[in-house]
C-alpha cells in the first residue's frame, strides 16, 4: 500500500487521503456493518466535489481506506500488483482519459477491477470503457447506494462481508 501522505494537489496530484469527519465518526454509522473495512480503493476525479463525495461515499460510509488523485498519470504510479482492491475513475481527465488510465493499469495488475463514471454516458464512451476492460460504467450523479454496491461487488463478489457482519 503506498505511504499515505498528503503533499499540495499541485506538487503530487492527489487531492485528499482519507480523513475523519469533524468531530470523528458519525453517530448514524457507528452501529452500521462497513462492507468495504480493510479495503483500499483508489479514486480519480478532478472535480472536487465529485471526489469528495466519492471519498465520503467509499471511506465514511464503507469503511474503505481511500486515495482520491485528481492527476490519472500520478495516480497510476501507486499501482501494483494487489495494492488496490480496486479503482473508481472518471473518463475525461487531464493528460489521460480514464479508459486509457485503465489499459495503462491492467498492464501492471490485470486483475485490478476499474470502475469508471462519467457526465457524459456517451455510446462512445461505453465503448471505450469496455474495451479498456472497466467492470462497471456509472452515470454522474452517481447515487449513494448504486456507487457503494458497484464497489462492494467488485471486490466481494460472493457476499462474504455480509456472513463475517452477521
Known sequence: MPATTTRPME???????????????????????????????LIIEDDRATANFVRFVLAEVGGA??????????????????????????????SMTGSEFTR????????????TMTAFPSLANRIKSAKADSVRFLT????VELLLSSVL????????WIREAG
Open 11 to 41: 506538487e503530487s496530484g492527489l487531492v485528499m487521503d482519507r480523513q475523519r469527519s469533524p468531530g470523528g465518526r458519525w453517530s448514524y454509522l457507528s452501529d452500521e456493518p462497513r462492507p468495504l473495512a480493510g479495503r483500499y480503493v
Open 65 to 94: 481506506q481511500v486515495q482520491v488523485y485528481c492527476d490519472p498519470a500520478i495516480a497510476l504510479q501507486t499501482v501494483e500488483p494487489g495494492n488496490w482492491d480496486a479503482v473508481v475513475t472518471d473518463i475525461v481527465l487531464p
Open 104 to 115: 495503462r493499469a491492467h498492464r501492471i495488475d490485470r486483475y485490478l477491477p476499474v470502475i
Open 140 to 143: 454522474k450523479p452517481v447515487p
Open 153 to 160: 461487488e467488485v471486490v466481494d463478489p460472493f457476499g462474504n
